[in-house]
């Protein structure tokens, strides 16, 4: 006796019908129909027939079939519509396309036709039709088909790892993964396999780790090319958003640092270009490609290997890149006067860029910086913190290649099979097959570097020098304040709308040594940052917000003659906290001053108790405007700060709050 078809569940969602125990879905075209199967299940073209014919009665053209074997052109020609199905295993990548990684690809079965190959990918992007079945690869290469093009590895190479499954796919520009083992030599012999059509248009994305990796190599392959070539500079992934960045990757091959300067044209014997950019900071304005407007007619120019501060109007260095590349940091040019109110944006700028690159940086003091501006430039230098740190999650989409059922699925013993029960079938194939992997990525974000793998602070065409390390500067409590006058009047004391250049400062080079001591940053994770804030009162615009909005000129500032008053963050769930780091703006142009403050901690953000008395500490332009409170660790949610003096303004002050554990 024959048996008819299988009679298994199935559920229909938007352009998927689902069979058998599964969720996955995928995205297709309008008009498509997916018909995903679970990885337990094997059914025939038979199984498949009424729930696929049901479910294709309103306006489908076609079915992607996400099983391979011999059911998709029975299906075909039963349903009289084409069927896509792949030979081989799937990945199912960020953005939606479909790549097998063995086999002979996807292949479209039309009604009473021979089956056509469409290719690797499904949907094919627009550049798959011009690559030739077979690319005649040179010796020494090896390349291997991924979703976003090629990935090329020197002949005996390890293989990096699976991030390159997760490329973005550009669907007009085919990528080519370099390995760290391809040479700028067989890069080029690589494209000189590929047609002209396709190399015109073709992306290089380097694998390396560190910022900058695959410059060099495609410098040299240019030069060796005679040709221009572009570099994606990074690996541009998805984001749990669906967007795509471009990341550097650390050591490990996890992604760490967006890079701004993403996309480079290296022309054959002259400078890198930089074609796309992302802002450094999303408040500037692009005034080209690589160039973004700052503040006092300065902009910052962005390269493939370094950002640049310039006075309007001045040529950005254009430095080949390094073997073994750091990232450079350059204010100003030399004859340059660096005005002192330049240092809080740029400080911003650098400090917020700067936070994770897992590369060392060179900090260039080209131009002409008072004692107060060598301060700040090495106060930036301080805040990149280097190599071990604490991990912090840099999550991204990922593709992760899961194994279609190869043998046919046994049915349970005794299970019935009539014909009448076909429009309750409902078969799967390879639920696995197409599962999209939301995936956190944990990079580390680096923590301090040694001596000689950190940030430099150098004079234009002297040694560089070393940073100096972390140390304790903290602001301590006082029993004096260093000036007694009061100003009722909004200004460095109180609130204003702009602050005046500071008087009487001298000019000198940024190699000179500086009287004023180290300003110390801290090593993250700051507890407080981008956190929600309350407050008892402010003064005029000056709300709580702005302590932890990462802006060092923004500030809060209490009602004035009401003390006390207070200001709190709030962390939003019980963390271990034992100090916490106040500053005000750093400038001049905010004169020293002792303010009175108290530390509770809460659980609840409703019964508080003390965790650091009241005590008097000072802020002075010298050292910072920095003040440091620790008290023993306790987990605490809501920190509040108490201000019940403050020797130059009647109202609490504060610019920025910093909290970490310990």
């Known amino acids: 006796m024959t048996e008819g078809p299988s009679v298994l569940p199935s559920r229909r969602l938007d352009r998927c019908l689902l069979v058998g125990d599964t969720t996955t879905t995928v995205p297709v075209p309008d008009g498509w129909l997916a018909v995903v199967v679970a990885a337990s299940l094997r059914p025939t073209a038979a199984d498949l027939l009424e729930p696929v014919r049901d479910a294709t009665r309103t306006g489908i053209e076609g079915v992607l079939l996400l099983m391979p074997g011999d059911a998709a052109g029975t299906l075909a020609g039963r349903l009289g519509l084409p069927v896509v199905a792949p030979d081989g295993e799937i990945v199912s990548t960020p953005g939606g396309v479909l790549f097998t990684t063995g086999g002979s690809g996807w292949w479209r079965h039309a009604p009473g036709g021979r089956p056509v190959p469409v290719g690797p990918r499904w949907p094919a992007p627009a550049w798959q039709s011009l690559v030739p079945d077979r690319t005649p690869w040179p010796a020494g290469v090896v390349a291997r088909p991924v979703p976003a093009g090629w990935h090329l590895s020197a002949a005996g190479a390890a293989p990096v790892g699976t991030v390159e499954l997760a490329v973005a796919v550009d669907p007009d520009r085919p990528r080519l993964l370099l390995d760290p083992s391809v040479t700028g030599d067989l890069l080029a012999a690589a494209l000189r396999a590929i047609p002209p059509a396709v190399r015109h248009v073709a992306d290089l994305v380097p694998l390396g780790p560190g910022q900058g990796a ?166 930036l230098a301080e805040r990149h913190p280097g190599g071990s740190g604490a991990a912090q999650p840099r999550p991204f989409v990922r593709a992760v290649p899961l194994p279609v059922p190869t043998a046919p699925l046994a049915l349970p013993a005794g299970a019935d099979r009539p014909a009448r029960t076909r429009r309750m079938l409902l078969v799967a194939a390879a639920v696995a097959a197409v599962l999209l992997v939301v995936a956190g990525i944990a990079a580390a974000w680096p923590g301090r570097h040694d001596t000689g793998d950190g940030v430099s602070i150098t004079a234009e065409d002297a040694d560089p020098q070393t940073g100096a390390a972390p140390g304790s500067v903290d602001a301590r409590p006082a029993s004096a304040s260093p000036r007694a006058s009061r100003s009722a009047s909004p200004s460095p004391g109180g609130p204003s709308g702009s602050v005046p250049a500071p008087s009487g400062t001298a000019s000198v080079s940024a190699s000179a040594t500086s009287s004023a001591p180290p300003l110390v940053l801290d090593a993250g994770p700051d507890l407080a940052s981008g956190r929600p804030t309350a407050e008892s009162s402010h003064t005029e615009v000056y709300v709580s917000g702005r302590i932890t909005d990462g802006n060092p000129m923004t500030y809060w500032e209490s009602g004035n003659n009401a003390f006390p008053q207070w200001v709190q963050v709030d962390l939003g769930t019980a963390t271990d906290v034992g100090r916490v780091v106040l500053r005000l703006p750093p400038s001049q142009s905010w004169p020293a001053r002792t303010q009175r403050v108290a530390v509770l901690g809460s659980v609840d953000g409703g019964a508080f108790t003390t965790l650091s008395g009241e005590a008097a500490y000072t802020f002075d332009p010298s050292s910072g405007q920095r003040a440091t409170i620790t008290f023993t660790p306790s987990r605490q949610r809501y920190v509040r700060l108490v201000f019940t003096g403050n020797t130059v303004q009647p109202a609490g002050q504060l610019s920025g709050v910093e909290i970490y554990r310990a």
């Open 214 to 379: 695959g410059r060099a190599v495609a410098a040299a392959a240019a030069e060796a090319l005679d040709e221009p070539v572009h570099l994606v500079n990074g690996v541009p992934l998805h984001t749990p958003g669906d967007t795509i960045v471009v990341f550097a990757l650390d050591t490990t091959g996890r992604p760490v640092w967006p890079e701004p300067a993403w996309l480079l044209r290296h022309p054959p014997g002259g400078p890198e270009e930089v074609v796309a950019s992302s802002p450094p900071q999303p408040a500037l304005r692009a005034l080209d490609p690589a160039t973004y407007a700052l503040e006092s007619g300065w902009v910052v120019h962005l390269t493939g290997g370094g950002i640049q501060a310039l006075p309007g109007g001045r040529p950005p260095d254009t430095a080949p890149p390094a073997a073994t590349p750091a990232y450079r940091v350059v204010v100003g040019s030399p004859g340059d006067e660096i005005n002192d109110l330049l240092w809080p944006p740029l400080s911003a700028l650098f400090t917020a860029l700067l936070t994770d690159i897992p590369a060392p940086v060179d900090l260039v003091v080209a131009g002409e910086a008072s004692s107060w501006g060598q301060a700040a430039a090495r106060e």
